[in-house]
């Protein structure tokens, strides 16, 4: 089945959001004044408010460090990306499978390896939540591990 013009100017649009969101860890600063990396809080060099659930329990959220996930990925640093938010890096990673697929599919006309975009993202949506409720169950039960 051929793609209708507006579903490949989405996947065009999907993957230039993803490539910005790449240039943006890319200008971020995940690594203190000594050089050691952070392992959230990178989100703030944007202006943006603390994580509200961190102030009021001491603890991260599920998506405390992705910010900083990215940031650290980037740059090529996958460990203490891992440290930071091992989902966040794995999300980095999705996303940069997700842009040239975004790209050949509009090109192409249809979706590449995919029948049902529809169940392929519902899935992806499930997996990341569940692979970041179960690292925050894990870092809340024996600390900021990981």
């Known amino acids: 089945m051929r793609l209708g013009w507006w579903v490949r100017g989405g996947l065009v649009v999907v993957a230039t959001l993803w490539v910005a969101i790449f240039a ?3 200008w971020l600063k ?3 004044a000594v050089g050691q990396p952070l392992r959230m809080e990178t989100h703030r060099q944007l202006g943006l408010p603390p ?3 961190y102030e009021w329990t001491g603890k991260p959220c599920p998506s405390c460090g992705m910010t900083t996930s990215f940031a650290l ?8 990306s891992l440290k930071a938010n091992a989902v966040g890096t794995l999300l980095a990673l999705w996303g940069i499978v997700l842009i040239p ?4 599919s509009s090109l192409l ?4 390896f ?5 169940v392929w993202l519902l899935g992806a949506v499930i997996v990341f939540v569940l692979l970041a409720l179960i690292r925050w169950v894990i870092v809340l ?6």
């Open 141 to 146: 039960g024996i600390g900021w591990v990981f």
């Open 109 to 112: 006309g249809r979706y590449l």
């Open 101 to 104: 697929w975004c790209v050949i």
């Open 73 to 80: 990925l980037v740059r090529g640093d996958v460990w203490n």
């Open 51 to 53: 994580c509200n659930f």
């Open 114 to 118: 995919v029948r049902s975009v529809e």
């Open 30 to 32: 995940p690594y203190d």
């Open 24 to 26: 943006v860890a890319a």
